[in-house]
Every structure is written in C-alpha cells, then in structure tokens.
C-alpha cells in the first residue's frame, strides 16, 4: 500500500511569489491534514479536511494561505504570496478517522529567500 | 488544552544501552498519545500509540512506552539501542479537533 506523498520534496522562491504544495493521501483515507515546522520548532496544525470539505482550519496563519482537496482526493495548499517566515517543512498526514493514526507524507522543504 | 511536553533536546546513549525519551502530557479527559520518529530527510515514522488498554505499549523497531496516568508520563523505551536509532522522536497527542499536538523533538544519538 502507497502512504502518503507529497510534492515537490523541495521548493526554494522568492518573497511575493506563489508556491503550491500537493499531498496524496493513502487511498481511502477520508481524513487529511496539513501541518509545519518552522526552523527547530514544534510541528503546529495548519487544517483538517474530511473528504472534500475542511473540519477545522484554525491553524491557518493567515489569509496568504490557501487549501484545497477537490473532489476529496489529493490536497494542495497555496502560499501567495510567500513571505521569509513562510519557510519551513510542511507536512501532510491522512488517517481513516479519529482516533486512529494519522500517517504522515515525507513533507515539503519551503525555502523563501 | 491538550499537549506534550519533551524535556530533553537531546539524549546521547551507548549502543546496546538502555533508551528512555521522555514525555509529559496535559489533557482534559481521556489522553490519546503517540510517538513518531523522524529519520534525516525522511518524513514522520509511526511507532506506537496508546488510545486504552494496558499501559505498556509495544510499538515498532522493538520501541515501547509506558503510559503512567499519576505521573502524566509517556516516556519512550528500548531495551538496547542501535546506531540506526538515531534520529528525531516526537511525542504527540491528539487535540480536541482531531489535530495532533507535538512536542518540540528530542534528538536521540547512539554512539557505537
């Protein structure tokens, strides 16, 4: 069984342009969330989607941040425009429902020069 | 609210000694814990969860943990460690809203 993939593994840009991240989940996997770690800190939730709707995105933060998961499949998430402290590992995980495991993607590397 | 606390940055061993990272946790109601590792330029590993049941928690790569309900404790264990355990752990609890909530990471060194 596939787990979780993200692309790209890696994206460097520059402040004020745009970077879209992907996450597949693992097939059937209804649930999907979207979380970072900026440099040496904790891994914080960004949103929680089930299927195509999103449950909770308080950790959003801010309106240069965009996620969406057409069709309940995979999900993208959109920095525009990207800022310095937008730079970090994004991570993606999915899970079939509470409470089980999430199981996370190899995340994308965020680099905002 | 729900979190985790992971009081050491980094924990050095001998290879074939005993591991213990630790963990803290506060929640309100029943504690959903977890731990995951990270390996260099890998993404978050799975290795076990307590969700009920018996305290002692066996996961992958021969890792366990205890939880301890009067201590607010899950600490992760292994009975000898290996130069390939050295990486990441992080120590998680599941939030109200089904999020996860990290500790900060405790690097684990396993010199040979």
């Known amino acids: 069984e596939a787990g979780v993939t993200q692309f790209p593994s890696h994206s460097v840009i520059e402040k004020g342009q745009t970077v879209t991240l992907r996450c597949d989940p693992i097939?059937?996997?209804?649930?999907l969330y979207w979380y970072r770690r900026v440099m040496g800190k904790e891994i914080k939730f960004l949103l929680h989607?089930?299927?195509?709707?999103?449950?909770?995105e308080s950790g959003m933060p801010n309106n240069r941040f965009l996620a969406e998961r057409t069709g309940g499949t995979y999900s993208t998430l959109k920095v525009q425009p990207a800022e310095l402290e937008d730079s970090g590992v994004y991570f993606c995980?999915?899970?079939?429902?509470?409470?089980?495991?999430?199981?996370f993607g190899p995340g994308t590397r965020l680099t905002v020069l | 609210a729900q979190s985790v606390a992971q009081p050491e940055d980094q924990v050095n061993v001998a290879e074939g000694n005993p591991l213990t990272v630790k963990c803290t946790y506060s929640?309100?109601?029943?504690?959903?814990l977890f731990w995951y590792v990270q390996y260099p330029n890998r993404g978050l590993q799975f290795l076990l969860k307590?969700?009920?049941?018996?305290?002692l928690v066996k996961g992958s790569y021969g890792f366990e943990a205890e939880f301890n309900k009067s201590q607010t404790s899950f600490h992760l264990k292994k009975p000898s460690a290996l130069v390939s355990d050295s990486a990441l752990y992080f120590c998680?609890?599941?939030?109200?809203?089904?999020?996860?909530?990290f500790g900060a990471g405790t690097r684990l060194t396993v010199k040979p």
């Open positions: 989607f089930v299927k195509e709707s999103k449950q909770d």
């Open positions: 995980a999915s899970s079939t429902g509470f409470p089980d495991t999430q199981y």
């Open positions: 307590y969700i009920t049941g018996d305290n």
């Open positions: 998680a609890v599941r939030g109200y809203n089904n999020d996860m909530r």
């Open positions: 929640v309100s109601g029943n504690p959903y």
């Open positions: 097939s059937g996997h209804d649930n």
